[in-house]
């Protein structure tokens, strides 16, 4: 099957007064028609940056990649974005306008797409898609009119305005109440089945990838130590820093189990070590980690560490 | 809906071994809202009728989700804010009824450790400035001794002596955390007031500070009262749970009861709702929290409840205690509704 979105050896770095520094190294990824894939990570892993860069919307970064294809082709982010491939943000109170109503930031989005037919009944539509009650008063609301969630869902309703074949939501659920995250969750569960939309959802939360994603990228210090079919990676990690990220997770399931948090903290960016940039944390430190590492493929999915194929 | 005989809490309260070392005894706190032109000034209860107890070196795990009154609990319950109504004891003795000397000599015993540890630490102190204040303030300890017990702390969550004179700017959020941490133990307190203290913080620093509370309290016997909206969070140091739900305490109970099997509506829809790593994901609960300016009638939370009875909507459930000492307020487990 083609990929949708196919990103190879992807490189981002972002000028500091003390000169480049790395977000992103060697960042391969594919998006499959129909399927969410899950990107998980801790602050500054660059999971965030790595799709801000795909779109096109990280001017200050120096970008290098041996290629970015959409449906097999180059991908011209300026001519998809917003059109086939929507991107909904962390904080929808920063990234909805606070001056304009609700309606508005709907119907520009079709107006600048050139979407035909009445733009309000459109907007009306598409707030009641997303679960919005009373759509054709919500029109008329500001942004801070809404709650978080009611935000979260009019910021879904804006990116589903094309009809888009790749719905990137960057930590949709973050800044949400968890009753409220379930709601999100759950429309986004709806959306796609509905819909047949490919979902990367970028989360910092193991447990949100789980219940959502088929497929899960785990990224730390700017790079995606494992990837794999999310049961396999939850299960068996093959990866030492995902298996630290499992045991670091208070379980319901078993609250008085211990915690067997990592060690150490993630380097700053800029000062990644030289070899493989977990091995200063990791428990399996052997000689061979001083040398940078690849992703190396094991049964089902791939793993950057020199021990990946042993366990 | 259980065997053991019912009784209305203010009845009979639970015979406990220890007097508590907190008691908050139906305690309310109000707090005007911004004035809007051509309305009277309404005024929100943040927290309604709250009773509470922890016992020495107890961990009391505190959850719901924002704007549910826990936050002003925990203030409450320092007296860092004034009840509207009720009576808040700290090893028996009233916190209002306290003069300000009074109230001063009981302080190093009573602490918090906030939320955000980079607004909850002065940006122009050094660790050392910041850790010694307390010892300062309470014990009135030269600098010389003072620096000796900040190495001692700093030795405790973690920080090596390097720390002393570096700026909080100068930490990662987890080291951050710690030093505010230090600060709260150095008064060797037996109460410590944990508001939030993991959430602005990734998952594995998350791990490390939650494994350093559990330590501490095992070392120094310290009793907690830990807010959190992370359910899973509190399951882990708690021992008994009490959920909050718009500024009322719904259920309470020991947590390994509470988390297996939740009897109030809300905390079950609340357990489903949190993120499992190997399990499917449930119907989620609809709606949002009402606000609290404009509270529903009868119990709070009848507009969201998938079992709202007709009753729930006029009569407000009273809490009732079984003899294990577990509370609950709601009308399905009240055998005889007022």
Redo the contacts between chains.
């Keep these: 099957m083609t990929p949708l979105l196919s990103i190879r050896a992807l490189r981002v770095r972002f000028p500091t007064p003390a000169g480049l520094v790395d977000a992103v190294n060697a960042v391969d990824l594919d998006v499959f028609p129909g399927e969410c894939l899950g990107v998980v990570g801790?602050?500054g892993s660059g999971k965030s940056a790595t799709f801000l860069a795909t779109l096109g919307l990280l001017p200050s970064a120096t970008i290098r990649t041996d290629g970015i294809f959409w449906k097999g082709r180059g991908l011209d982010p300026d001519a998809l974005r917003g059109r086939e491939i929507a991107l909904t943000l962390q904080n929808a109170l920063t990234a909805l306008n606070p001056a304009l109503r609700i309606g508005t930031q709907i119907e520009e989005t079709l107006a600048a797409h050139d979407q035909g037919g009445n733009r309000r009944d459109r907007a009306i539509a598409l707030l009641r898609r997303v679960g919005i009650p009373d759509p054709a008063r919500r029109l008329y609301a500001y942004p801070h009119e809404l709650?978080g969630?009611?935000r979260q869902r009019a910021m879904i309703a804006i990116a589903l305005a094309c009809a888009p074949h790749l719905l990137i939501a960057d930590e949709p659920t973050t800044a949400l109440?968890?009753?409220?995250?379930?709601?999100v969750?759950?429309l986004l569960?709806t959306l796609r089945a509905e819909q047949g939309m490919s979902l990367v959802l970028i989360t910092?939360?193991?447990?949100?990838a789980?219940?959502?994603c088929d497929r899960i990228a785990v990224m730390y210090a700017g790079e995606i130590v494992e990837t794999g079919p999310a049961a396999r990676v939850?299960?068996t990690p093959r990866h030492p820093y995902t298996t630290?990220?499992?045991?670091?997770?208070?379980?319901?399931?078993d609250?008085?189990a211990?915690?067997?948090?990592?060690?150490g903290?993630?380097p700053d960016p800029g000062a990644w070590p030289s070899g493989c940039r977990f091995a200063p944390r990791c428990s399996r430190h052997v000689a061979a980690c001083e040398a940078p590492q690849t992703l190396r493929v094991v049964p089902d999915g791939a793993a950057r560490c020199c021990q990946a194929g042993i366990a | 809906m259980t065997a053991v005989p019912i009784s209305p809490r203010v009845q009979q309260t639970p015979i406990r071994a220890a007097p508590p070392l907190l008691e908050l005894a139906h305690v309310s706190k109000a707090f005007p809202a911004r004035r809007r032109l051509g309305h009277r000034r309404a005024m929100v209860r943040a927290v309604d009728d709250v009773s509470l107890s922890i016992g020495p070196g107890e961990c009391v795990g505190l959850i719901g989700?924002?704007g549910c009154g826990k936050s002003t609990l925990g203030r409450l319950s320092l007296r860092l804010i004034e009840p509207t109504s009720g009576a808040v004891r700290f090893g028996g003795a009233d916190l209002s009824s306290l003069n300000p000397d009074e109230l001063a000599a009981l302080r190093p015993r009573m602490q918090i450790v906030f939320q955000d540890p980079c607004s909850s630490l002065n940006p122009r102190k050094t660790t050392e400035q910041i850790i010694g204040l307390p010892l300062a303030v309470h014990a009135h300890l030269p600098r010389t001794q003072r620096r000796d017990r900040v190495i001692e702390a700093l030795d405790r969550v973690g920080l090596g002596p390097d720390a002393l004179h570096r700026y909080p700017h100068q930490f990662?959020g987890?080291?951050r955390q710690r030093i505010g941490i230090a600060r709260a133990l150095i008064t060797q307190p037996a109460l410590v007031v944990c508001d939030e203290p993991v959430s602005a913080l990734?998952?594995?620093?998350?791990?490390?500070i939650?494994?350093l509370l559990k330590q501490l309290r095992r070392e120094f016997g310290l009793a907690y009262l830990f807010i959190s909206?992370?359910?899973?969070?509190v399951?882990?140091l708690a021992e008994r749970i009490a959920v909050m739900y718009l500024g009322g305490i719904v259920e309470s109970g020991p947590?390994?009861e509470l988390?297996a099997a939740p009897r109030h509506p809300y905390t079950q829809?609340?357990?489903?709702?949190?993120?499992?790593?190997?399990?499917?994901?449930?119907?989620?609960?609809?709606g949002?929290?009402p606000s609290p300016l404009a509270p529903p009638s009868g119990c709070a939370f009848h507009t969201r409840c998938p079992v709202a009875m007709p009753i729930c909507r006029s009569v407000r459930p009273q809490t009732v205690t079984d003899a294990t000492g577990y509370e609950i307020a709601c009308h399905l487990h009240n055998p005889s509704p007022a």
């Design positions: 801790e602050s709650s969630g009611m109440d968890v009753t409220v995250q379930a709601q969750l759950d569960r910092h939360n193991l447990a949100v789980a219940g959502n939850l299960t630290g990220l499992l045991r670091s997770h208070p379980s319901l399931d609250p008085e211990p915690l067997l948090p990592i060690p903290r993630i | 989700e924002s990662s987890g080291q990734d998952v594995s620093v998350q791990a490390q939650l494994a909206h992370d359910i899973a969070v399951a882990y947590a390994r988390i829809a609340l357990l489903a709702a949190v993120p499992r790593l190997h399990a499917a994901p449930a119907t989620p609960l609809a949002d929290p």
